[in-house]
């Protein structure tokens, strides 16, 4: 079975500084990888995903992840923080298309001015 | 930009009330999903529903609980006798084919007192 694993319930970042949320996931096959974000009183959000092809992906917002086969991790970085980047981040996992999205707990981002 | 919208926002209800919580999905969607967050856990896949019926539940999915697309725009999830520990916030979720990007709605929080 799939399971993810978010390090860190809350991570507290200075404006400008770099930010790294960890998600590690364990699968018997490749998976697909995603990370949502929820800002209060809204939906989770799409951020990124990787399905195929480059580890390295780009998603909204500046935030990037990449896809290390070798140590299960899909860790998120933004190089410099900004106010608005407060919100709970989730990482997912699913199979294939034919399998529904399996979460970690979430990852509470603070951003101190 | 089309989105997922859910009502109520907020629902109280009694334990062993009926309780229906209400999805739109975006309307070009197929595939609709609802997924549960009880509070400092994870977000947890219930069902999905295709052409109809459902295509896969998950063991909280019990005989308590049931989904329906009533008309061309609704999707509604009934428990049908609430317990406490049904307390959650509940997602919706649609997608244009199963292995596509789902879109969230904001939620709906329940509480069972």
């Known amino acids: 079975a799939q399971s993810v694993t978010q390090l860190g319930s809350h991570v507290s970042v200075s404006e400008g500084a770099l930010v790294l949320l960890r998600c590690n996931y364990s699968s018997s096959v490749p998976p697909y990888l995603f990370w949502y974000v929820q800002y209060p009183n809204q939906g989770l959000q799409l951020l990124l995903k990787?399905?195929?092809?480059?580890?390295l992906v780009k998603g909204i917002n500046g935030f990037e992840a990449e896809f290390k086969k070798s140590e299960t991790s899909f860790h998120l970085t933004k190089p410099s923080a900004h106010m608005s980047d407060a919100a709970e981040y989730f990482c997912a996992v699913r199979l294939s298309g034919n399998t529904p999205l399996v979460f970690g707990k979430g990852t509470r981002l603070s951003v101190i001015a | 930009e089309p989105e997922v919208t859910q009502t109520p926002s907020h629902q109280v209800t009694q334990m062993g009330q009926e309780v229906i919580l209400r999805c739109v999905p975006i309307?070009?969607?197929?595939?609709f999903y609802w997924y549960r967050q009880i509070l400092g856990q994870k977000v947890e896949f219930l069902v999905s529903?295709?052409?109809?019926?459902?295509?896969?539940k998950s063991e909280i999915f019990d005989d308590q609980f049931s989904v329906e697309r009533p008309d061309g725009s609704n999707f509604t999830l009934k428990i049908r006798s609430t317990k406490l520990e049904d307390s959650a916030m509940y997602f919706c979720?649609?997608?244009?084919?199963?292995?596509?990007?789902?879109?969230f709605g904001p939620g709906t929080r329940l509480t069972v007192t």
């Open positions: 979720a649609s997608s244009t084919d199963r292995g596509n990007e789902q879109y």
């Open positions: 309307s070009n969607h197929l595939y």
């Open positions: 990787y399905t195929t092809g480059a580890t």
């Open positions: 529903f295709y052409n109809n019926e459902i295509s896969e």
